[in-house]
């Protein structure tokens, strides 16, 4: 089996009322190439009348956002004229590419019905060739994205991006990203093969899952050599799990802000050209 390397503890940081973990980047951990960074939002519960989400708009160039909503609701609208409101189990993606402004906040429902609400982005790295790529954004509903099941359905799986068995994932991607979100029912194994030369993200959202017989609690996100190809998660009680795994590009990262490019000349072209407008109206 696929040994580990370290365990991560996701760091604590709130954004105004909002209840945020980060396992990457963290004191411990910059990045597990190309995964960036993730944050998770919640859980927890909104009364009636809130403000909802805090992400008003902002810009990104040379990278792409995942966003899973496990609870709740996003209201997306960018300056490519996309708009779109995903629910609990929708997924959004964004490639941000040359260059976007986006926001990401609750409904107008949300707002004022109030209710459960948790959230993970991932932003995910793109490759020297393709930072300048042309940006689009896709957000897909719950009943919109494949699922599978393993163990005798005690193991479920909402297949994202690239493949998981035999299972097509929803997204198609620049960059053979492999992406799911498993849920595992107390005792379910999900055993998979993942290649020797791709790097694993895994991050546990709820419960308790039990890898080489290290038992690793919620909000710690795992780091693993790349020594086998097989991998064994049992879970201990009923757990979450973001899982995904990707060929690293090995290329130097800069990242400024919203902002990862290759070289810090890139950064500061970057800042150039979104104060002089050119990654689009927010507001259109």
């Given at each position: 089996m696929?040994?580990?390397?370290?365990v991560?503890?996701?760091?604590?940081?709130?954004i105004a009322?909002?209840?945020?973990?980060?396992?990457?980047p963290?004191r411990?951990l910059?990045m597990?190439?190309?995964f960036?960074?993730l944050?998770?939002?919640?859980?927890?519960k909104?009364l009636?009348?809130?403000?909802?989400l805090?992400?008003?708009p902002h810009?990104?160039r040379?990278m792409?956002?995942?966003t899973?909503i496990?609870?709740?609701d996003?209201?997306h609208?960018?300056?490519?004229?996309?708009k779109s409101v995903i629910?609990?189990?929708?997924v959004q993606?964004?490639?941000a590419g040359?260059?976007l402004?986006h926001s990401e906040?609750?409904s107008?429902e949300?707002?004022?019905?109030?209710?459960?609400?948790?959230?993970?982005q991932?932003w995910?790295?793109?490759p020297a060739?393709l930072?300048?790529t042309?940006p689009?954004?896709?957000g897909?509903k719950?009943?919109e994205?494949?699922?599978?099941?393993?163990?005798?359905?005690?193991?479920?799986?909402?297949v994202?991006?690239?493949?998981?068995q035999?299972?097509?994932?929803?997204?198609?991607?620049?960059?053979?990203?492999?992406?799911?979100?498993l849920f595992l029912?107390s005792?379910?194994?999900?055993e998979?093969?993942v290649?020797?030369?791709h790097?694993?993200?895994?991050y546990?959202?709820?419960?308790?899952?039990?890898i080489?017989g290290e038992i690793?609690?919620?909000?710690?996100l795992i780091?693993f050599?790349?020594?086998?190809?097989?991998l064994?998660?049992e879970a201990l009680?009923?757990?979450?799990?973001?899982?995904?795994h990707?060929?690293?590009?090995?290329?130097p990262?800069?990242?400024?802000?919203?902002?990862?490019?290759?070289?810090?000349e890139e950064i500061?072209?970057?800042?150039?050209?979104y104060?002089?407008?050119?990654?689009?109206?927010p507001?259109?």
């Open positions: 696929r040994t580990i390397r370290k991560h503890k996701a760091e604590y940081r709130p009322d909002l209840i945020t973990y980060s396992p990457m963290t411990s910059r597990i190439d190309p960036l960074f944050n998770h939002h919640g859980p927890q909104y009636p009348n809130n403000n909802g805090p992400f008003g810009p990104h040379g792409e956002t995942v899973f496990l609870e709740g996003i209201a609208k960018d300056s490519g004229g996309n629910e609990g189990g929708g993606w964004m490639t040359s260059g402004i906040v609750s107008e949300f707002k004022k019905q109030g209710g459960p609400l948790e959230i993970l991932l995910v790295n793109l060739k930072k300048m042309e689009k954004y896709k897909l719950k009943e994205i494949p699922q599978t099941t393993f163990d005798n359905g005690k193991v479920s799986a909402q994202i991006s690239g493949k998981l035999n299972e097509e994932g929803a997204f198609e991607t620049l960059t053979k990203i492999h992406l799911s979100t029912k005792g379910g194994v999900l998979t093969k290649p020797l030369d790097n694993i993200l895994c546990i959202i709820k419960g308790e899952i039990k080489n690793i609690p919620a909000l710690h780091e050599n790349n020594d086998q190809e097989e064994r998660l009680s009923e757990s979450t799990v973001l899982f995904g990707a060929k690293p590009f090995n290329e990262v800069v990242a400024r802000g919203p902002f990862v490019m290759n070289t810090m500061d072209q970057a800042y150039k050209d104060e002089q407008g050119k990654m689009g109206d507001y259109q």
